[in-house]
C-alpha cells in the first residue's frame, strides 16, 4: 500500500511499494493479469514485494509455485499464449538461468518461428544485483545477456516512478517484456504524484543534464552515477546522467543526442565488462558519433569474477561513484 | 569399519557420541545467530536447528574418501565431516583464514581434505554434481559413495529427476539424502507436490529408497547404514528421505507468515537433540555431569573459533580477481 503522507498529492512511498502497487493495480484492472512464482503468496515474496496480495486477491491469481523455474515460467508462456496476462516473477537473476531456456528458445522465439501466428504477452519480473553480501550465486547482473536476446524486451526501472508505471505499459505489449529490479532499490524511498500510472516504456531518461561529459547507466547504478555528477560538479564538471531504462530495444535516440552535445561518454554497467551491454553501447556511439567524439568512450563495468561474500571484495567487484568519478575526469584527460 | 555393517550400535560411548554431534552442530549455529544479529556475520544465514539428527547420523558413517555435496544449508554437514571449526567460523565471517578463503560464506563452504563439495545455494543444483562425482569415482574403479544432501524443495526441479534417472540408470554409488522438513521457504509440501510421499518418487526411477524419522538419530543411523551397506555391495544409488523439521525462521530474513507457532513448538517438544538425550537419561546411559562435560568442551572449542575468526584477516582487493582461472604453476 501507498504510505501516506500525503502533502497536495505527492505520495512518497518505497521502490518495494511501488512494485507492489503496480502489481496491484494491474490485477485489479484486468482480470486475466494473475502473478506467479516462488513464494508469491504465503510467504510474501522473497523481497516482500508482494505482501499483502495473497488476503487481497487469493490463491488463484497469487500462485505460488513449487521450486521449478522453468516449469513455470514456461507455464506462463503458455498462459499468456492461452489468453491470459501472467505477471512470472523469479527471485533473482541468477535462478532465471533454469528458466532461460524457456525465455530464449521459446518466449522470445515464438512469434518469429510462427510465422506470426502466436505471440507471448508474458511478464517476467526478476531482482538483479549486488550488494547484500549474498555471494556468488545470488548477487549477478545478467540483464546484459538477456539484452542480447531478440523478440523480448528488456526493462531496468530505476526510480519509484518507473517502478510503478513499467509494469502496466509492459503488460500491454504483444511480446515478452522483462523487468529487472535491482536489489538496493527495493527499500530507496522516492515521491509519487497521486495518479501516478503507466509510463512509457521506449525512451530513455536524461536524469541530469550537462555539457561536458555523457555518463550512460541503468538500474542500481543510476545513483551511483548521479552521485558521482554531483562530485564532478563539485570540481566544474557538469556530467549528463543518462537512465537507459530500456536495455532492449536501446533508445540510441537519446543516447547519441546527448553525445552528440557533450562529446564524451563514460558507460556505467554493474554486468561484466567483456560482452557486456556497455561494450554494445559504446559501439553504438563508435558506429553513430564516432567524429563527433573528442576522447575514447570509457567503461565502469563490474569486475570479472564472481561476486564474492565479504564486503570489501563485493564493493570491489561493482562499480561506485569513486570509479565513476575517475573514468569521467580520465576521458576529460582530467586525472 | 562402522560404515560397512549395518547393524545398529546403541553402546553408550556410540550414544554419546551422537549426541555431542548434535549438540556441537546446536551450540555452533546458536552461536552464529548471535553473531549474525552482532552483524559479524552477513548476507544469507540458514540455520539447520532441529535437523541436526540427519546430518550426524548419516556422515558420520561415511569413509575418509567418501564424498559429501551439501546445500546452503550446511554448517552441521561440514561440521560433523570434519571440516575444521575454526575454518568453518572464520568463513562465516568471510575471512581469509575461513575454509573456502572468505570468499563463500555461509552458503558457499568447500573443503578438499574432507572431500566437501559445498555449499550450492542453487536449489537442485547439487544434484547433478554429485552423480558427477560417482560417475568418476565408478570410472576410475574407485569405491566411494557420494552423498548428497537436499531439501524436499529441489524434488520440483527438473534436476532431481534428471539426476535420480542418471544415477540409477547408470548405477551410480550416490545415497541421496532428501532432508524434508515440510518447507521451502514459506511453500508447504503440499502445497507444492501432487505426491507428497517424496521417497516414493525415487522408487519410480529404480532406485532403492526409504523414508524415516529424522527426528530420530538412532532410525536415521540405522538407515543410513543399511543404505552405504547396500550401496558398497551393489555400486547403485540408494535413497533416504528423512522427515524432520526447522526450527528457526528459513533466513534470517524470514517472519514466518506461512506456519503457526504453535506447530513450531509441537516439533520442538519431538526435537532430535532432546530426544536422544531423554532416552539415555531414562536408560540411565549419561550422568548429568557428562552433559555438562559435553557442553563445557564444544563452548570452549566454539570460543575458540570465534576468537580465530576475529582475530583473521580481510583477503586484500588486489586479490579479487585471483582464482577466475588456475594459476601457472611457478
Ligand atoms: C534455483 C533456486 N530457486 C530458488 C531459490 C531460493 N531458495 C533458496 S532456499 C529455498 C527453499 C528450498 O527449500 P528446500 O529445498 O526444502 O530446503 P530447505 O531450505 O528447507 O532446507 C528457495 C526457494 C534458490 N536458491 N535456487
Known amino acids: 500500500m501507498l504510505q501516506a503522507t500525503r502533502q497536495s498529492g505527492i505520495t512518497e512511498t518505497t521502490y518495494r511499494e511501488a512494485v507492489r502497487e503496480a502489481i496491484r493495480d494491474a490485477l485489479k484492472r484486468d482480470d486475466r493479469v494473475f502473478l506467479m512464482g516462488e513464494d508469491v503468496g504465503r510467504y510474501g515474496g522473497c523481497y516482500a514485494v508482494s505482501k499483502g496480495l495473497l488476503a487481497e486477491f487469493g490463491s488463484e491469481r497469487i500462485r505460488d509455485t513449487p521450486l521449478s523455474e522453468s516449469g513455470f515460467t514456461g507455464a506462463g508462456i503458455g498462459a499468456a499464449m492461452g489468453g491470459m496476462r501472467p505477471i512470472v516473477e523469479v527471485m533473482t537473476v541468477n535462478f532465471s538461468l533454469l528458466a532461460l531456456d524457456q525465455i530464449l528458445n521459446s518466449a522470445a522465439t515464438i512469434r518469429h518461428m510462427s510465422g506470426n501466428q502466436f505471440g507471448v504477452p508474458l511478464v517476467i519480473r526478476m531482482a538483479t544485483g549486488a ?90 547504478s543510476l545513483w551511483k552515477t548521479l552521485e558521482a555528477a554531483t562530485q564532478l560538479a563539485a570540481e566544474n564538471i557538469n556530467a549528463e546522467v543518462i537512465d537507459l531504462r530500456s536495455l532492449r530495444p536501446l533508445d540510441d535516440a537519446t543516447i547519441m543526442a546527448s553525445v552528440n552535445k557533450t562529446r564524451r561518454a563514460v558507460i556505467v554497467d554493474e554486468g561484466w565488462r567483456s560482452g557486456s551491454l556497455a561494450a554494445e553501447i559504446g559501439m553504438r556511439i563508435v558506429e553513430q558519433a564516432f567524429w563527433e567524439m573528442d576522447a575514447p568512450v570509457g567503461r565502469v563495468c563490474g569486475e570479472e569474477v564472481p561476486i564474492p561474500y565479504p564486503s570489501h571484495l563485493e564493493r570491489a567487484a561493482i562499480p561506485n561513484a569513486a570509479k565513476i568519478v575517475a573514468a569521467a575526469k580520465a576521458a576529460l584527460g582530467r586525472d | 569399519m562402522s560404515g560397512t555393517t549395518d547393524k545398529p550400535r546403541l553402546s553408550r560411548v556410540h550414544m554419546l557420541d551422537l549426541l555431542r554431534q548434535m549438540i556441537r552442530i546446536r551450540l555452533f549455529e546458536d552461536k552464529c545467530a548471535e553473531l549474525y544479529t552482532q552483524e559479524k556475520i552477513r548476507g ?138 515440510l518447507y521451502a521457504m514459506g511453500t508447504a509440501l503440499a502445497i507444492s507436490q501432487s505426491e507428497t510421499d517424496i521417497h516414493a518418487k525415487a522408487a519410480c526411477y529404480k532406485i532403492t529408497s526409504e523414508a524415516v524419522d529424522g527426528m530420530d538419530i538412532v532410525a536415521v543411523e540405522g538407515a543410513a547404514r543399511r543404505a552405504l551397506h547396500a550401496i558398497r555391495e551393489t555400486g547403485k544409488p540408494y535413497f533416504l528421505e528423512c522427515r524432520t523439521y526447522r526450527f528457526r525462521a528459513h533466513s534470517m530474513f524470514d517472519a514466518q507468515l506461512y506456519r503457526d507457532k504453535t506447530e513450531v513448538e509441537v516439533w520442538r517438544k519431538k526435537g532430535p537433540i532432546e530426544r536422544l538425550r531423554t532416552w539415555l537419561e531414562a536408560n540411565h546411559m549419561i550422568h548429568p555431569e557428562e552433559l555438562e562435560r559435553i557442553n563445557a568442551e564444544i563452548a570452549a572449542e566454539i570460543a575458540e573459533a570465534v576468537a580465530f575468526a576475529e582475530a583473521g584477516s580481510w583477503e586484500p582487493v588486489e586479490d579479487l580477481t585471483r582464482f577466475v582461472y588456475a594459476e601457472a604453476a611457478s
Not at chain 1, 550465486?137 to 519509484?160: C, D, K, M, N
Not at chain 2, 554429485?130 to 544432501?149: N, P, Q, S
Request: proline letters at 3%; hydrophobic letters at 45%.
Open chain 2, 44 to 181: 544469507f544465514l540458514h540455520l539447520y536447528d532441529g535437523e541436526e539428527a540427519v546430518a550426524a547420523g548419516v556422515i558420520s558413517l561415511l569413509e575418509k574418501q567418501d564424498r559429501v555435496v551439501a546445500t546452503y544449508r550446511e554448517h552441521g554437514h561440514a561440521l560433523v565431516r570434519g571440516v575444521v571449526m575454526k575454518s568453518v567460523m572464520a568463513e562465516m565471517y568471510g575471512k581469509r583464514e575461513g575454509c573456502s578463503g572468505g570468499r563463500g560464506g555461509s552458503m558457499h563452504l568447500f573443503d578438499n581434505t574432507t572431500n566437501f563439495y559445498g555449499g550450492n545455494a542453487i536449489v537442485g543444483g547439487g544434484l547433478p554434481m554429485a552423480v558427477g562425482l560417482a560417475l568418476a569415482d565408478r570410472m576410475r574403479g574407485e569405491k566411494h559413495v557420494t552423498a548428497c544432501f537436499f531439501g524436499e524443495g529441489a524434488v520440483a526441479e527438473g534436476e532431481f529427476h534428471e539426476s535420480l534417472n542418471l544415477a540409477a540408470l547408470w548405477g551410480l554409488p550416490v545415497l541421496f539424502v532428501c532432508e524434508n522438513n
Open chain 1, 131 to 220: 550488494g547484500r553480501q549474498l555471494a556468488a550465486q545470488h548477487s549477478h547482473s545478467l540483464e546484459g545477456w538477456y539484452a542480447h536476446i531478440p523478440g523480448i524486451r528488456v526493462l531496468a526501472p530505476a526510480t519509484v516512478e518507473d517502478a510503478r508505471g513499467m509494469l502496466w505499459t509492459a503488460l500491454q505489449d504483444p511480446d515478452p517484456v522483462l523487468i529487472f529490479e535491482n536489489v538496493m532499490l527495493y527499500n530507496m524511498t522516492g515521491t509519487l504524484v497521486a495518479d501516478a500510472g503507466p509510463v512509457d516504456i521506449a525512451k530513455a531518461a536524461v536524469r541530469r543534464t550537462g555539457s561536458d561529459i555523457s555518463l550512460i547507466t541503468y538500474g542500481g
